[in-house]
């Protein structure tokens, strides 16, 4: 385990300790961690530049035959043993569910594969508005595109990390690059719409912006 993820299972681990010395027989609990930027633009010119981060986690205790599940993207200490009193209160009160519980830990995952899933490289907003402007700039050179309704090229990354009572531990992340123009082509009442759009893990896995821009351009036409 990288020590990042170690860090990401600090939080659901201390969760599930607090959950059992409150009375929980068994618990589980997860960690959401997301960070995206995008930019966008249209007919050459910039729409929107944005970034957004988010972090959210939740619990579910399990006592006897029943279960409670809460969340909350607040970590402070206070925040955080509110929702362990919540939580709490909320299982006492809920019907049971003969089918609810975890693994036994004879079942739990102990070794994790890589999926190779993670691409280290983030970008900089300069490098998602270039590769915006380059491919727009290609659908908009194809003969016959006569407007644009915009492109857009993204990137984002999701790490989730998962502890339970039973003994698993688990965290693994994910990212994305993504890339997307929308063209029209034709005059007045004769016009069609088209786009490209392609998603990779790693950049280095994105058609070049310009092949993605004329393919949309030759679709609109077409």
């Known amino acids: 385990m990288m020590p990042e993820q170690g860090e990401a299972l600090n939080v659901p681990n201390d969760l599930i300790r607090r959950a059992r010395a409150a009375g929980a027989d068994a618990a589980d609990a997860v960690m959401f961690e997301s960070a995206s930027l995008d930019a ?52 006492k009160s809920v019907p049971e569910d003969p089918h609810c519980g975890l693994a036994e830990p004879g079942e739990v995952a102990r070794e994790i594969p890589d999926l190779d899933i993670v691409d280290p490289h983030e970008p900089e907003a300069g490098e998602l508005i270039e590769r915006a402007e380059r491919v727009e700039s290609a659908a908009m050179a194809v003969p016959g595109v006569t407007n644009s309704e915009g492109a857009e090229a993204g990137w984002s990354r999701t790490r989730i990390a998962l502890a339970a009572s039973n003994g698993f531990n688990g965290c693994y992340a994910v990212t994305r690059h993504s890339v997307i123009v929308s063209v029209l082509a034709g005059k007045g009442t004769a016009m069609e719409r088209d786009y490209d759009y392609m998603s990779a893990v790693y ?16 679709r609109a036409v077409k």
């Open 40 to 91: 966008a633009q249209r007919l050459g010119k910039p729409e929107r530049l944005e970034r957004a981060e988010s972090k959210e986690v939740g619990l579910r205790v399990l006592v006897g035959k029943r279960q409670a599940v809460v969340s909350s993207t607040d970590q402070s200490p206070r925040a955080l043993e509110e929702l362990i009193q919540r939580v709490m209160a909320m299982v």
């Open 203 to 218: 950049a280095s896995d994105l058609d070049p912006p310009e092949e993605i821009g004329r393919r949309a351009g030759e």
